[in-house]
């Protein structure tokens, strides 16, 4: 197991209508914010009323900025920059999906730099101070809500790039399962591949004797699985949505990550797929995830065999494991497909013809990514090739 320091300040405030709260809780910390929300939905479902109701109650000055898309654009984290610089807006409320908490952080990162605020997605590593944030999510998936990271589409070069600060993990966020009952099938699937993807990526580990977290990553899978399962035909159970947020936060808050070194690659391999073609994070996972696995999983067959028997009850072929791997991995293939999800270019209707350009992007700025197999472009155009 490797050495680790591990600290999470992001307060949860978990349950029924707890998004009433929004106003007394900022208050502790400011009096003035910059609401941040997405494309209209929170307008749709009275929540955006609601949560004005309690910022004014609590004599919040607000200052709003809407328009958030789904793999959140640079363009609009520069005018959320400007605004907080111009009116010195000190704390930014986020309101939404993974994407609208991930454009808040880009704003909360660049308000205080001098440089352009890609430059921190392009590796350049800077020290340097983060407005505060909170949240308030809309939908359990990328668990952005707990996360240290925001991941961010260049709209002018179709990259799709990521960075991490630990000041930029929320100082608290509200998590009402009821506020994901408008959600879309589509996009609560999304959310579901995206969850269970943040715990495939750390599983899969050359690290030894990581025993609770592998259970404690198995355990989460099989939540996730049932879960998932259950709220295609049961959308407005409010047990089962409360699981599956709670999923979304523990799968991406740090602690299954504990004296562990996960992955990454496959993140890194669908990004190239969300900045290139718009397609949601979560259906580019459930293409790229099962690729990927066929490609590697010879690096430790047995590994892949223990997750096909602790997470979907195979017994254990022990002459040939590989035979066990590979019905995992066929396992997974059918659970993306059960929630209605694409597992292949085609079932999504991408074009065919670019992987050689997608690969060339995925390393760009790099030699490889990935930690269990560094994958370079080479590796990178056989995973897509296997994913068409
Ligand atoms: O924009 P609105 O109108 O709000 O609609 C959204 C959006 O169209 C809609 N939606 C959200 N909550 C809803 C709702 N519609 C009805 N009722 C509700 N309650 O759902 C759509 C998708 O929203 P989005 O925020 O894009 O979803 P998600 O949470 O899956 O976020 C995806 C983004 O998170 C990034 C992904 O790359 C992607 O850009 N990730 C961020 C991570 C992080 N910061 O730690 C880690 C993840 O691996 C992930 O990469
Ligand atoms: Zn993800």
Not at 135 to 140: R, S
Request: hydrophobic fraction near 40%; aromatic fraction near 8%; charged fraction near 20%.
């Amino acid at each position: 197991m490797q050495d680790f320091h591990y600290q999470n300040g992001t307060k949860i405030i978990f349950g029924r209508e707890t998004e009433a709260s929004v106003g007394q809780e900022l208050k502790k910390y400011t009096n003035k914010v910059l609401l941040h929300y997405g494309g209209g939905s929170i307008k749709k479902t009275g929540l955006y009323d609601k949560v004005m109701h309690s910022l004014h109650e609590a004599g919040i000055e607000v200052f709003e900025l809407g328009g958030v898309k789904p793999n959140p654009r640079l363009s609009l984290v520069r005018k959320g920059i400007n605004l907080c610089q111009e009116q010195e807006i000190p704390f930014i409320l986020a309101v939404g999906g993974g994407s609208v908490i991930d454009s808040a952080k880009a704003i909360a990162a660049g308000v205080h730099y001098e440089g352009d605020v890609w430059d921190l997605f392009c590796g350049v590593a800077v020290e340097h101070e983060c407005l505060p944030l909170a949240t308030i999510l809309t939908i359990p998936a990328a668990g952005s809500e707990t996360s240290s990271g925001t991941v961010v589409t260049n709209d002018e070069i179709g990259l799709k790039r990521s960075f991490g600060h630990e000041s930029l993990r929320p100082v608290f966020s509200i998590l009402n399962p009821e506020l994901t009952f408008t959600l879309p099938t589509y996009q609560t699937a999304c959310g579901i591949a995206d969850m269970l993807a943040h715990v495939l990526e750390r599983y899969f580990t050359n690290e030894r004797h990581v025993d609770i977290t592998d259970r404690l990553c198995e355990a989460t899978m099989k939540s996730i699985i049932d879960n998932g399962l259950r709220v295609m035909n049961d959308p407005f159970n409010y047990d089962i949505r409360a699981e599956l947020m709670l999923a979304g936060m523990i799968a991406h808050n740090g602690s299954l990550d504990m004296g562990r070194i996960g992955d990454w690659a496959s993140h890194d391999i669908e990004h190239e797929l969300s900045g290139m073609y718009d397609i949601a994070h979560g259906a580019g996972l459930a293409i790229i995830f099962p690729a990927w696995m066929k490609y590697v999983y010879h690096h430790d067959v047995n590994r892949f065999a223990q997750f096909g028997s602790r997470v979907f009850n195979l017994e254990i072929n022990l002459n040939h494991p590989e035979e066990t791997a590979l019905l995992a991995i066929e396992k997974l293939e059918s659970f993306f497909k059960a929630l209605g999800l694409p597992t292949s270019f085609s079932d999504a209707d991408l074009p065919t013809d670019h992987i050689e350009e997608l690969a060339q992007k995925l390393v760009c700025d790099c030699d490889s990514v990935g930690n269990y197999v560094p994958i370079k472009e080479a590796d990178a155009l056989e995973i897509y090739r296997l994913a068409l």
